[in-house]
Each structure stands twice: as C-alpha cells, then as structure tokens.
C-alpha cells in the first residue's frame, strides 16, 4: 500500500490550512525549493550558457516527458514536455487534422473553453472549412459518424468532475476512422490512465494540476507510436527541428516526439516539475485512486448530511468521476470567499458550482472533515451574507 504520510511530508502546506484546490494548482513539493535554488544558483549562476550540456538542460522535455509517460499509462518515448496546455492542444489538432480529409472536430459543451477557442482559432487559420461541433457530453458517443475527423475531448470535467468513458469512445472513434486527442488536464496524476491501453491518437495536459509543477509549470504532449515520426509540427519551431544546431533555412521535424517541441524550454520551471516528479516515486496510481473515492465519498456523504443547501454536480457513481467533488449553490461564489477565510481553500466556477479538488497525496480525512463541519456552519449561520464576500476578484 502506498504510504500517503510520505508523501504529505514531501508538501509544504501552510500551518493551519486545508487545501483542496490542487486540481487547478498543486501545492508546493519541498524538493521544488531546493531544486529552483540549484537551477538558479549551480546552474544559471555558475554555468550560464554552459548548462545546457552541462546541466543537461537541453534534454528536460524529453526527460520530464519519459517521467510523466509511466503516469498516465504511455510507451516510452512518446511524451514530450513544454508550452502551455492550449499551445501542445492547438499542435495536436493541427497534426490530427492533417491526418484526415474529414472537417468536422467533435468536442462536447462541457470542454475547458480554452480548447474550443484553440480550435476555432486553428480553424480560422486554415480556412479549409472544418466545423467544430459541439454536443452534451452524454450526447458525444451518438454523435460519432463517419463525417467526423476528430475527436477532441477533455476527459474530466473541470466543474463538476464527470468522466468520460475513454477506452470506449477511443474504440467507438477508431472503429469510424476518427482521430482522438485527450486532454488529461485533470486525470494526469489524480487516477490511473491507460493510454497505450485505449489507442488513443494523441492526448495532453498540465503538469501545475494534480502533478504539482507549480504556477506556469509546462505542459505535456503525447503522440502515439504510429503517429511520431510522422506526425505534423504545426508550430515548426527550431527545438523541433531535426538538426536545428546545423541552423538550416529549411524546416524538417525530427523523428519521435521531439519533433513537438517548439523553442527554449523553460528550464527553471523544468527542474522544479522534475523535483515534483520525485513524489511519484513509490505511488501506486490504483492505491491513490480508491484513496480519492473514499475521501470523495465521505465529502459527498458528510456534505449530504448537514448542508441541505447544497447539491451535488458531480457524478453519484464513482466511476464516472475525476478527482474532485463540486456542488451547486446560489451563493457559491461567497461560501467559497467564507471559507477561504478559515483557510480552506475550494475554488468557485461560474455560474454556481463550488468544487473542490481530492488529492490523497496530502489530503486525508481530518482535512475532508474539518471542510465538511467549516461548510455546515457557514451555511447553517448564512455566514457567507457578507458583501465583501460577493465582490469577485480577478481571477476566481
Ligand atoms: C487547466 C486547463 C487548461 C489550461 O490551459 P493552459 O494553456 O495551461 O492555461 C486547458 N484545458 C483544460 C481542459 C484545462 O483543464
């Protein structure tokens, strides 16, 4: 069994507070403060530009990309780390697209808007008539056809954590000859992943969620292996190239994965994620996933019992769940500012859900407890009636 004790002492969590936002940002892995000073001190300080080879910075997202393969089920050599999540989705589709003649995307209505920006901004710049389609997530297996090229869908949804059934709808697309891209935004470290295991074409993620990489942290991109050596770059950046050291003026991708990279990795941000890696190292992912469902379970069960006010948006049945618990509320948006206030820490997604992430890695019963009594009493005493509370911040 995995010993999650260990991995709560590999965080830094400030005294006194109950964290259950790391399903958008991650807490802070000690070994990332030590690893930050040594990129910024041995390595930039000491070797400046040297460090490249010296310190191996040149090979960090093919390293982080074969460390991050393992946790969401991948073969070696075909996850390469960098960018921002919307950059490495906006690559994906490009090269699915070009792998199809067919023009319509399929994506569902509760995707992350930023991967349906991404690819109504792709097809703009194509101009080559594709449709992105969108439907009911419970709407997406009917509306597979062989009309559609892609299939781009987020696995877990980010308000209210259902799940879709990913080794099914990969199957279903690949028996109607269409693409699939997965965003594991917030799968990659709250469960297990099957990727190799799904045949899935392509899939990518963050590694600041539930991997812990910290603010601005880079993210990943997987290219199945009968895909990444031919795969297109779309964003054909010099790290991309196949000799981009000879300084051609003509593109051509390297073989494998690589050939995703764009240009200068973010190296300090890099060697903070590789320490953060390191507190997967004697996770077992089937141990963390009933972990989550327990805890789960007892924040649905002690919600339930004392906070009729609230209702729950996620699924009822496990199964069809991420790792993170929403429910609905008319004020959620102060419930959330309230408890924050006592220093426990949910986030608010627009237009009434309060959700709160289950990151067994360091978070444990008494934290699901001492959230269920402070959320009771807040709303029992409609403490969270407060105005300064209902003002919203930039960001929520
Ligand atoms: C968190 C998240 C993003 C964020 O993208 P960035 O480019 O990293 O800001 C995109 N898509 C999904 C599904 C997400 O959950």
Redesign the pocket.
Known sequence: MTDFSKTRAGFYIPEGMIYLDGN?LGPLPIAAKQAAARALEQEWGEMLITAWNRAGWIDLPRKLGDRIAPLIGAEPKTVQVGD??????YQALGAALAMTDRKVILSDQG??P??LYMAQGLIQTMDQGHVLRTVAPEAVEAALDDRVGVLML?E?D?RTGRRHDMARLTERARDLGIITIW?L??SAGAFPVHLAQTGADFA?G?S??YLNGGPGAP?FIYVAPQHRDHAHTVLNGWLGHATPFAFPLEYTPATGVDRMRIGTPAVVQMQILDAALDIWNGVNLEDLRSASVALSERLIAGIEASCPDLRLASPRDATMRGSQVSFHFGEAYALCQALIARGIIGDFRAPDILRFGIAPLYIGEAEIDAAIAAIAQITQDRLWDRPEWKTRNAVT
């Open positions: 958008s921002t999540l919307s950059l490495k989705l995707n992350f930023s991967d987020t877990v980010y965003d935004a917030h990518v963050c600041y969620k993210a």
